[in-house]
């Protein structure tokens, strides 16, 4: 009897779980919300990605992209159970923070600000960008519009401004092998706090409180361009949160908060096609882990 019990909560428990936590998303129209966003599916990585660093899309639609911190191999990770396809060493030893494609390379960022194409036709190539360890770059992707630039996201000091409450997006020309001096994006934190204020006015000013403590330690993570709704995803691995970005209106969407006992560090971003979110976040105290939020389930929730 005892057994077949624990065979039952083994087997429903999750599901319970996840329940509950839809009806307290949909129950919340009568009450404020943190705005937790809610993993559709979450995977246990294997141990050789406990301090994975970076995530992108890849050319396989049923892969992604990934980098671990320290570690010179780049991972395919698959869609569908999370686990290892295959993995390929592009270079030697460094602090390896961000990853993308485009038609032809694999993109690699080092937190130095050193970028390293990877591809069959020219092998690797390495870019100075000018970025030092100062700056922490730790967000890549390729501009949406332009494969032959990318844009960075500096964790550490602003570059262009020295603004030490400000977090810039730079974009790197991979053609002409420079730097831009005009940010591509950048996120004050006045105005962080701002749109904090206005997104969730339903909350008193206790409930908000501890979301203003953690969006202070807003500092870019992971860098994604969701196609769908045309707009920028930055991550945060501090304070657990995510911001959407519109380039077209140059303001802050939306802000979001991660559930931290699931994902505790969330440090690698990535946009299907049809717009559903993938997070990648190391491990601490516990395994790292990968999960998903299906399109219609990252929508505020008032």
Excluded at 215 to 237: I, M, N, Q, W
């Amino acid at each position: 009897m005892i057994r077949s019990m624990k065979r039952y909560f083994r087997f429903f428990r999750p599901m319970t779980l996840t329940f509950c936590a839809v009806v307290m998303v949909s129950c919340s129209r009568s009450k404020p919300t943190t705005n937790h966003l809610v993993a559709s599916k979450t995977f246990i990585l294997d141990g050789q990605l406990e301090e994975i660093s970076g995530l992108s899309s890849s050319i396989n639609p049923n892969t992604l992209l990934a980098v671990n911190d320290e570690e010179e191999v780049r991972f395919h990770l698959s869609k569908v159970t999370g686990q290892i396809m295959t993995k390929e060493v592009f270079s030697g030893p460094g602090d390896y923070e961000g990853v993308d494609h485009t038609k032809n390379a694999t993109l690699i960022l080092k937190s130095n600000g050193e970028l390293i194409t990877h591809s069959q036709r020219t092998s690797e190539d390495r870019y100075n960008t000018g970025l030092s360890s100062e700056n922490n770059a730790e967000g890549l992707m390729r501009n949406p519009m332009n494969d032959s630039e990318v844009w960075v996201a500096l964790k550490g000091q602003a570059f262009v401004s020295k603004d030490p409450t400000t977090r810039e997006i730079l974009a790197f020309s991979l053609k002409e092998k420079k730097l831009k001096h005009e940010a591509v994006v950048t996120l004050p934190r006045s105005e962080l706090m701002r749109r904090l204020q206005e997104q969730y006015s339903r909350l008193s000013i206790a409930q908000r409180s501890p979301l203003r403590r953690r969006l202070t330690k807003f500092a870019p993570s992971g860098l994604a361009y969701d196609h769908v709704r045309k707009e920028l995803l930055v991550l945060s691995a501090e304070g657990q949160s995510l911001v959407t970005f519109d380039r077209m209106r140059r303001q802050i969407q939306s802000i979001y908060f991660f559930d931290t006992s699931r994902l505790p560090k969330p440090e690698g971003l990535a946009v299907d096609s049809n717009g559903g979110w993938w997070v990648a976040s190391e491990g601490v105290d516990g395994p790292a882990r990968l999960a998903y939020f299906e399109p219609r389930k990252v929508e505020p929730t008032f």
